[in-house]
């Protein structure tokens, strides 16, 4: 159905996004977010200060709807008329490789850390700690299902 066999009564109760589905199919062109809200607009005879306050929730609507999708040059259109790039592989020796060079870039990005920990050969600073844990008493499961 055609956006001009759409009543007026029938536009206002349908959603932005609805409504917003309809024009970049029957116009078959990508939109600015305005441009497109401005259609919109237009079609519900809404004035420009509700404009300005229903873009946000238009934004948010077009944004998580999966209809549609934003591209490259900030303009919107729908999802159905753009394929994914697809990247096939003849064997999966090439595709091992590919891999392969990915995870040698990233290790060549990352910076060696940095040691924390200092070997020192004073072993006169732990002893102290050692005096701590001799009261210390392992009892095992047996023994504290008998207590």
């Given at each position: 159905?055609?956006?001009k066999d759409y009543?007026?009564?029938?536009?206002?109760?349908?959603?932005y996004d609805d409504i917003a589905y309809l024009i970049l199919t029957e116009e078959k062109t990508q939109l600015k977010l305005k441009d497109l809200f401005q259609k919109i607009c237009d079609l519900l005879n809404m004035d420009k200060n509700s404009m300005e306050n229903e873009i946000t929730n238009f934004?948010?609507?077009?944004s998580t709807d999966k209809r549609?999708?934003?591209?490259?040059?900030?303009?919107?259109?729908?999802?159905?008329?753009?394929n994914p790039k697809m990247v096939l592989v003849d064997d999966e020796e090439e595709l091992d490789s590919e891999l392969e060079e990915e995870n040698l870039e990233v290790k060549?990005?990352?910076e060696p850390e940095e040691e924390i920990f200092y070997d020192d050969d004073d072993d006169d600073d732990n002893d102290d700690?050692?005096?701590?844990?001799?009261?210390?008493?392992?009892?095992?499961?047996?023994q504290t299902n008998s207590l």
């Amino acid at each position: 159905m055609k956006l001009k066999d759409y009543t007026q009564e029938e536009l206002e109760s349908m959603n932005y996004d609805d409504i917003a589905y309809l024009i970049l199919t029957e116009e078959k062109t990508q939109l600015k977010l305005k441009d497109l809200f401005q259609k919109i607009c237009d079609l519900l005879n809404m004035d420009k200060n509700s404009m300005e306050n229903e873009i946000t929730n238009f934004f948010e609507l077009i944004s998580t709807d999966k209809r549609f999708i934003m591209l490259d040059n900030g303009l919107w259109d729908l999802k159905e008329k753009h394929n994914p790039k697809m990247v096939l592989v003849d064997d999966e020796e090439e595709l091992d490789s590919e891999l392969e060079e990915e995870n040698l870039e990233v290790k060549e990005q990352e910076e060696p850390e940095e040691e924390i920990f200092y070997d020192d050969d004073d072993d006169d600073d732990n002893d102290d700690d050692d005096d701590d844990l001799k009261d210390l008493v392992v009892v095992d499961e047996e023994q504290t299902n008998s207590l």
